[in-house]
């Protein structure tokens, strides 16, 4: 009867079978597990995007499949999903837009005329920059045609920018992806409602037949002469700078010819923005500008400044992606190579710290457990070079674990390990003592079965996984009910999504386990309110301010 029991048994199935009565389905590596529904995948692409793929599917797989369940949640609730874009863009939680400006295209597109018109009122939310609006002029121009609701919201883009705000814009990038401000105006035509407007709308039209040599009498249209007079013959790096320090010219807007000069690069330093900083690191030190211990103080300054990190919407994951490469001295695919500087990898380290906010202690006892197989090695976070979901969880979890007193770190594959990494360590040796571990199978049960078996105690159980798994005996939620059956204790389980995919290990009908989105920068609170631990007026507090209600389960009773 053993062969008729391994299905009965609704404690204990291998993961290569469902459990006998739970919507669980099969998932891509031969195992099973539950299906997250549509809005958990809305939240997954947001933050994680499907840039690069995953081990199980390519890009263009991956991003057709998000599209679709996009597509469901505008038919289920096409406000709702607009409601949850702007949310996810507008506090900075995504490493990237692109996936929020993919989507705010598709509501523009496919909801119905309601949806639509949200979706095109939220699009000075969603594409704040020059570089967002062409962005989503690419994405929808592939989806609908440019009817006049669609060209009434991007003259409202224009319209609605102050000048001073567009003329940095056009400067700094004029076109991008075959779009540029030239064919949005044409396109649109915002009608300009003063001199200085009619003047700049006419710039990125047709440009300027000559460049006097006194600046325009507008102040906010002399960022634009002095983009002009930078790119005249016989301007010198001297006069560049003085432009650069005068009229707040972007590194965007500087003659190649120039971009190997530190002098420049001091004037750009000056004023750079912190997104600007955190990419120019590399040629900062290349071209010498981080040699003086005067601009290393001054960057650490910059980076180590909690209040403009948000300000800036500074994604933990880009300080991440800025650090590695950094770090390792050279690009991950160019040419240039550089000597790190130490100081600026220890800023950049604290940085990271800080990006995420400011994270209060639950005060329970953690396990975080690192899925490190073969999949979690496959595939970029967002499209973040050389960050894969596995390097990616160890960091996610070295924010739990510099947060909270008690944890407890492994990892597993088809067998635990316990790993010595902790916040005292920096960040960039963390990354290649995980990137160093063995890669093999999944069997995503192993942190339960581990902590049963060697009586660790422990309020929750982080799981930090692509949530396919199949080589266990024993199904991870079985395994978490045995232990709290065994300890007593009433354990919880949250899987940190790493992958845009469609499954988790945690059972929904379970409400003490929870999916979150891996570099989410809500995630961390996510994880507190599991635990009931943040009252409810400190929820307006940004960078949280709207929290999605679709994470919310009520709390079980008792085990
Ligand atoms: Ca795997």
Redesign the pocket.
Same mark, same amino acid.
């Given at each position: 009867m053993s062969y008729l029991n391994a299905v009965a048994n609704r404690k204990v199935t291998p993961q290569n079978l469902p459990i006998p009565g739970t919507s669980q389905v099969a998932n891509s590596?031969g195992g099973y597990a539950f299906p997250v529904d549509d809005w958990t995948r809305l939240s997954r692409f947001l933050v994680l995007g499907s840039e690069k793929g995953s081990?199980y599917a390519t890009q263009t797989a991956l991003t057709a499949e998000n599209a679709e369940a996009v597509g469901r949640c505008i038919d289920a609730d096409g406000e709702r999903t607009v409601r949850e874009i702007v949310a996810v863009s507008n506090a900075g939680r995504a490493p990237k837009n692109d996936p929020a400006i993919f989507a705010l295209a598709l509501a523009a597109s496919l909801g119905s005329e309601t949806t639509r018109k949200a979706a095109l009122d939220a699009l000075p939310t969603v594409c704040r920059t020059g570089t967002h609006l062409f962005h989503f002029a690419q994405f929808v121009d592939g989806m609908r045609g440019w009817g006049r609701g669609l060209r009434g919201a991007v003259a409202r883009w224009y319209d609605a920018k102050p000048i001073k705000s567009l003329a940095y814009q056009a400067v700094k990038y004029g076109q991008r992806d075959g779009w540029s401000h030239r064919d949005l105006l044409r396109l649109a035509h915002p009608k300009p409602g003063n001199e200085a407007r009619r003047i700049l709308y006419h710039w990125i039209a047709q440009g300027w037949e000559r460049i006097g040599d006194v600046p325009h009498d507008e102040t906010d249209l002399q960022i634009v002469w002095a983009m002009e007079k930078a790119k005249l013959p016989g301007t010198t790096a001297k006069t560049v700078a003085e432009l650069i320090r005068t009229y707040d010219l972007p590194r965007e807007a500087v003659p190649t010819l120039f971009l190997n000069d530190s002098l420049v690069w001091e004037a750009l330093l000056e004023r750079m923005p912190l997104t600007a900083l955190l990419r120019n690191l590399a040629t900062l030190t290349r071209v010498g500008v981080l040699d003086s211990k005067a601009w290393q103080a001054h960057v650490t300054k910059e980076l180590t400044d909690a209040g403009r990190l948000k300000a800036a919407r500074v994604h933990p994951l880009s300080v991440l992606a800025a650090l590695k490469t950094y770090a390792q001295g050279h690009g991950e695919r160019g040419k240039h190579t550089w000597s790190p500087v130490g100081k600026i990898v220890d800023a950049l380290d604290a940085a990271f710290y800080a990006s995420f906010g400011n994270v209060e202690s639950t005060g329970k006892r953690f396990v975080l457990a690192l %899925?490190v197989? =073969?999949?979690?090695g496959y595939g970029d976070i967002a499209g973040m070079p050389g960050i894969t979901p596995r390097i990616g969880s160890a960091a996610m979890a070295l924010i739990t674990a510099a947060t909270e007193g008690k944890t407890e770190t492994v990892s597993f594959q088809t067998s635990l390990t316990r790993l010595a990494i902790s916040p005292r360590q920096r960040l960039d040796d963390v990354l290649k003592a995980v990137s160093g571990l063995p890669f093999g =199978? @999944?069997d995503c049960a192993l942190p339960m079965v581990w902590a049963t078996k060697n009586r660790v105690e422990a309020d929750a159980f982080v799981v930090y996984t %692509?949530s396919? @798994?199949w080589h266990g005996a024993i199904h991870p939620v079985q395994a978490l009910r045995e232990y709290r059956q065994k300890t007593g204790i009433a354990a919880r389980l949250i899987v940190v999504g790493m992958v845009a995919n469609a499954f988790s290990i945690a059972d929904p009908e379970d409400g003490g386990m929870l999916d979150v989105v891996g570099f989410d920068t809500a995630t961390p609170l996510l994880i507190g309110d599991l635990f009931g631990v943040f009252i409810e007026n400190k929820r307006g507090n940004e960078p949280f301010g709207s929290l999605p209600l679709l994470f919310r389960f009520p709390l079980p009773n008792r085990v």
């Open positions: 590596a081990y %899925d197989s =073969g999949s979690m =199978g @999944t %692509d396919e @798994t």
